[in-house]
Each structure stands twice: as C-alpha cells, then as structure tokens.
C-alpha cells in the first residue's frame, strides 16, 4: 500500500545523504517529489532515479541563502506538480568551531542555511496548506540541539532553534489542519560520515569509537531516519504536532557509568 499517495512532497538538501534516501522512498510510496539541492546535476540524478521507478518527480535547484531562489524553487513546484501538502526542511550545512572560533561569516551562513532557509521555505509553502486546510511540515533538527557537542556551537544552535520553531508553528496552524514536527537523529552511516571517518588518522577506531557510544552498540542508518519522517508526512501521524523525535539509539539518555 503507498502510504503517501496523493502527496506533494519538497524535500530540502535531496541530492545526497539522508535527503536523498527521502525522495526515493516518499516516491515509493506514491509521493510526488520537488527535489530541491544547490546544483541542478544532483537534483536531476535523483530525479532520474525516482523516475526509473515510476515515480513522478522533479528538480528544484536553489540556495537556500537566497529568499529570491526558494520563491522560485516553490513556484516551480506548484507549476509542475501542484500546491505542497508535505514539506522536509532538510538541507543544512555544518562548519565546525566553537563559539570564539566562528566568524561572523561562517555564523551568518549557517544561520541562512539552517534556520533562516527552513523559515522561509515554510512561509512560501505554508500558505498552499492553509487553503487545502491540511499539510505536514517536518523539520530536520539533530540531538546536538539536545545534547552539547564539541566544537559544533553555531550548527548546534541552529538545530535547536528548528525543534522551538517546529512548536510554535504546529500552535499557529493546527486551526488549518497543518501538522509541524522535528526530527533529531543521532549519528548516522551516511556518505558524509564515511568520507569523514576515512579522513582520520585511525578510521577503524573512530568508528567503532562512534559505535560503542551508543547504547544500542551501533550507528543508525540512513533507512531507520527515513522511516520516521515517512511516518510523520503520513496520515497515520494525523494526531502527531508538535513533537521532537529522537532518532539517536539512545545516546542523549545514556548515563556513561565510570569503568573500575
């Protein structure tokens, strides 16, 4: 049974990681898919995927630093594929650093990408929901706006924000039938991580340093995040606004016990 069926879905950051496993999977599942990445190659090749299988979908490339862009990347979609019901703000971008290291620059496109671009790619989209008086709205968050994390001050914060966002907006349009959540997921086997692991000194030791950290003794998979965000763009989560999902195999309520 396609669990999406009738479903028009922009997906934010689709051209890769967990984004992309997204836009597979909501077409599968009889989605229509707006698949929205910085450069047009990326988005066509999932979009050529998609429609390999027979799913509709297509490409809305556009930074989302640019209000001038997402106003295009949405109309585009509406043009092509008709008004959303369904939007996954998922694109986001990290630079490492902690408070005293992050330059106004870094901060400012953090900032854009992260928060502001999900701000705004809700308030083009939200009012298509409010005439069809349904929708759902999902925001990619992280448990490091849950729980510190080293070195991540400025991406933490921004992550924070968009679980506080996903509140405030599922109050202001319940009355319309718009269900808006967060999703916090742990760490997750994905080609960024891979390629960052590779990247170290000892790429089997911090991996299984990674893996021992949580207690479900391994990282999760891109699949398992997937999951949940289908679920909540599903009418099976009719019930469901306002909430913050921990995907993180139980590492924010871990209490390390000390070693004798």
Request: hydrophobic content about 45%; glycine content about 10%; overall charge negative.
């Amino acid at each position: 049974m396609a669990r999406l069926q009738g479903k028009r879905a922009i997906i934010t950051g689709a051209a890769n990681g967990i984004g992309r496993g997204m836009a597979l999977r909501f077409a599968r599942e009889g989605a229509a898919v707006g698949v929205l990445d910085l450069k047009e190659e990326g988005c066509a090749a999932v979009v050529e995927e998609i429609e390999r299988e027979g799913g509709k979908a297509v490409t809305l490339p556009a930074d989302l630093q640019y209000p001038a862009q997402i106003e295009a990347a949405v109309q585009r979609f509406v043009d092509k594929i008709g008004p959303p019901n369904v939007l996954v703000n998922n694109a986001a971008i990290m630079i490492p650093g902690m408070v005293h290291e992050t330059s106004v620059e870094d901060l400012d496109r953090i900032i854009a990408v992260n928060m502001r671009g999900a701000f705004l790619m809700s308030a083009r989209v939200v009012p298509y929901m409010m005439e069809q008086r349904q929708g759902s709205i999902i925001h990619m968050a992280s448990i490091t706006g849950i729980a510190g994390a080293p070195g991540t001050a400025a991406y933490s914060m921004t992550k924070g924000a968009l679980a506080a966002l996903a509140r405030a907006m599922a109050v202001d349009y319940a009355p319309y039938g718009i269900r808006v959540n967060a999703v916090s997921p742990g760490t997750i086997d994905s080609p960024m991580l891979r390629a960052w692991v590779e990247s170290q000194s000892d790429p089997a030791a911090t991996r299984r340093e990674f893996e021992e950290a949580y207690p479900l003794g391994r990282i999760g998979t891109i699949e398992e995040v997937v999951n949940v965000f289908l679920f909540l763009a599903s009418d099976e989560a009719s019930f469901v606004t306002g909430a913050n999902y921990v995907v993180d195999g139980g590492i924010t309520v871990n209490i390390p016990q000390p070693q004798d």
